[in-house]
């Protein structure tokens, strides 16, 4: 097993010290980690268009700073206070913040958007959003906003304005949000054009997809919320893509090609305006065909190119023009086994593939040098990172960040300079002004390690090998007060599903903080990635098809073997966890491999498929009627009588992601074969627990944890 034993900075002191360090409270692990233990040097690094001058903001984004290249000791722009009085506004902080051009700065609160000017600290108020709007997207040309009011597309522009884009009384029909349930890559439901002249939209017909009753029992009585909520193997959403013309105030629409429930993905316009490409999936995503639309019409034009896959197809990229001046794009596919980026004309010749990488590009973030070259995010040397590269049209390849670890940078206008900021297993964080070709110039900023006061242990990195040769990365977290002649209990962390990764090179390996409280009571915390799991490439992932919970569990067990083969593991205690995905892991590991786990505790499981959402559990499994026997062993139900040792099942009881049926029905079965379990619901929470009853949320996990693996 290769390691590397880490996060040295908490032990450098020894044990003498140790005994002086402050306790950390389950409460400060799970509220603070992004708090009081994040670094707030440099936050929302923007460089000035045109400029080698960049501004950032610090102080809980209360603070705005401005430096250059050659000046790079900051000098205070702004305080939040300071921004409110000259707009006459009540902004609570900088976040979301865009330069629209080198003296002026948009801001906005989500309702009003506002002016800035740096150079004569002048301001006024640009348009107001209707309270009840949402889903707000800013034009920075005409100034106007998009935005949603309940299921119809407004917008409102700088003289106010507000023009109905859709004024759909059937609630069925839905506009200007994301479709397809967020999959696809899709986050958004409005794309404005380059220039402003065209709105593009999403809509969706929820007809034929049956609702779920979800109860808001804040009110006296309580009162039936329904939600669309459509199942594997029954009726989907059908989608359609609007295009509205500012100029002639008119829309019009594009259906699919093919069959009326298919998938319209990754929209994307043409740099000239006149066209959009959308990427069409057919219902049993195992085909995918990218078309070209007139903007004005709304007519097919062709379709530029197709990929088929006998397991699934999935583009998560929309194209990608490198300069505005051409319509050649990127187009971002795993065709060979690893995202890798291909150069296209608009007719679909294939210009050049300009990756060939044994590894996986995460997405582009920009081009620099006119064009000539594309800047892109992948992991690189290992899947743990985070790394950026530039390509350029010839295909000849760098790495623009040198150092292991996960990297985040903004480049300026003139692809010169690059701001980066990563950590690493090592390294908390830091901030370097690097020239393009990677070199650094100067160190921004360094980051303290703010748990270094606290009482905290160390993890492991390690790998260990599946029954197929594969590599699967481990992270083991041990106490401060670490004794290798002792035998600890282990408490599995589990997610293992596809497109996540538990474990990173970054700062606390990806793990969160009450996994080191964890490890303070006593315990080693032990996290692997399965197959399946995400940033590893088509072969590792699609080997669930029409199996989940199979291959990810022989994985799991080769973890549990492993933890076995160390001599300060107690092996009569092992517990798991999970949550969504690591919910349906963990009582699969509970049922499937009985008497392995003395106890668990499984959080918004999926229990059975078939209660699950077409668009992910269709990609993954088929249709129930396709894959009879893949469900059937992959339900819950089916092995709810091998349960042995305990197990706590939590649900939020509004979760309109794993749907509460999940729990309920798995939870009859149980009754039925008169098996006590335990179950806790969190009234009035969707499928993460969230807020300050999040505390709560852990607690209750690790204690049940605690008091059942004794």
Avoid at 312 to 334: D, K, M
Avoid at 471 to 489: A, G, H, Q
Avoid at 557 to 577: C, E, N, Q, W
Avoid at 586 to 597: C, I, V, Y
């Amino acid at each position: 097993m290769n390691k590397y034993v880490g996060l040295t900075l908490f032990v450098i002191l020894g044990f003498g010290a140790v005994a002086q360090k402050k306790q950390l409270t389950l409460s400060d692990a799970v509220m603070q980690q992004n708090r009081a233990f994040r670094d707030e040097q440099c936050n929302s690094i923007t460089w000035i268009p045109g400029t080698d001058s960049y501004v950032y903001v610090s102080n809980n984004y209360q603070t705005m700073y401005q430096a250059s290249v050659k000046k790079t000791d900051p000098e205070q722009l702004f305080t939040i206070q300071d921004v409110n009085k000259i707009l006459g506004s009540q902004l609570y902080n900088f976040y979301g913040f865009s330069f629209k051009n080198e003296y002026e700065l948009v801001l906005t609160d989500g309702n009003n958007y506002y002016l800035l000017n740096l150079k004569s600290k002048t301001g006024s108020k640009l348009v107001t959003v209707a309270d009840e709007g949402a889903g707000a997207e800013y034009e920075m040309t005409s100034g106007s906003v998009a935005y949603t009011v309940e299921n119809n597309l407004w917008i409102v522009n700088p003289k106010g304005e507000k023009i109905a884009v859709t004024s759909n009384t059937d609630k069925n029909i839905v506009s200007g949000q994301a479709i397809a349930r967020s999959e696809f890559g899709i986050s958004d439901g409005i794309f404005w054009s380059g220039k402003g002249n065209y709105l593009a939209f999403y809509q969706k017909d929820e007809t034929n997809v049956k609702e779920y009753p979800l109860v808001d029992v804040t009110k006296i009585p309580a009162e039936l919320m329904s939600i669309k909520y459509p199942m594997a193997g029954q009726g989907s959403e059908k989608p359609k893509v609007g295009i509205y013309s500012v100029s002639d105030k008119n829309t019009v629409y594009i259906t699919p090609k093919g069959a009326a429930d298919n998938y319209l993905t990754n929209l994307s316009w043409t740099p000239d305006e006149k066209f959009v490409l959308i990427a069409e999936v057919n219902r049993e995503q195992n085909h995918m065909w990218l078309n070209q639309y007139d903007a004005k019409t709304g007519a097919f034009v062709k379709t530029i190119l197709e990929e088929q896959h006998e397991k699934w197809v999935e583009p998560e990229h929309p194209a990608f023009f490198p300069t505005a001046n051409s319509n050649n794009f990127v187009w971002i596919s795993e065709k060979d086994g690893f995202n890798n980026l291909y150069y296209y004309s608009l007719d679909g010749t294939l210009i050049k593939q300009l990756t060939a990488n044994k590894f996986v590009a995460k997405e582009i973030l920009q081009s620099i040098n006119k064009g000539k070259e594309i800047v892109f995010a992948a992991t690189g040397t290992s899947p743990l990172n985070t790394l950026f590269y530039a390509v350029d049209l010839n295909g000849k390849q760098r790495c623009l960040t040198l150092e292991e670890g996960t990297h985040g940078i903004v480049i300026n206008d003139m692809g010169t300079y690059l701001i980066d900021q990563y950590s690493s297993h090592s390294v908390p964080g830091k901030v370097e002004l690097k020239t393009i070709t990677g070199k650094i110039t100067k160190t921004l900023s360094v980051s303290k390690n703010k748990l270094a006061d606290v009482q905290i242990g160390t993890a492991d990195i390690g790998q260990i090998k599946a029954e197929d040769g594969s590599t699967l990365y481990t992270r083991l977290i041990k106490p401060s007060n670490f004794d290798s002649n002792k035998k600890y209990p282990v408490m599995i962390y589990v997610y293992g599903g596809p497109h996540a990764q538990m474990i990173t090179n970054s700062w606390l390996d990806g793990a969160n903080l009450w996994m080191y409280w964890m490890a303070e009571q006593g315990y080693l915390v032990f996290t692997l990635d399965n197959r399946g799991s995400g940033e590893r490439g088509f072969a590792f992932e699609n080997q669930i098809h029409r199996q989940l919970g199979n291959v990810e569990i022989k994985d799991q067990m080769k973890g549990i073997d492993y933890l076995r083969s160390l001599p300060y593991v107690d092996t009569s205690r092992f517990a798991v966890h999970g949550w969504s995905f690591g919910g349906f892991m963990t009582t699969s590991l509970m049922l499937k491999q009985s008497g392995t786990f003395k106890v668990g505790v499984a959080g918004g499981p999926v229990t059975d498929w078939k209660y699950y959402e077409i668009m992910y559990g269709e990609r993954y499994m088929d249709r129930p009627e396709e894959n009879a026997k893949g469900y059937e062993e992959a339900s819950l139900f089916t092995h709810a009588n091998k349960l042995k040792g305990d197990l706590l099942l939590i649900h939020g009881t509004v979760d309109d992601v794993v749907v509460p049926q999940h729990n309920d029905a798995l939870i009859k079965k149980f009754i039925d074969l008169g098996i006590q379990i335990d179950f806790f619901h969190y009234p009035m929470h969707k499928h993460n627990v969230i807020g300050k009853d999040r505390v709560h949320l852990i607690q209750k996990v690790l204690d049940y944890i605690i008091e059942h693996n004794k």
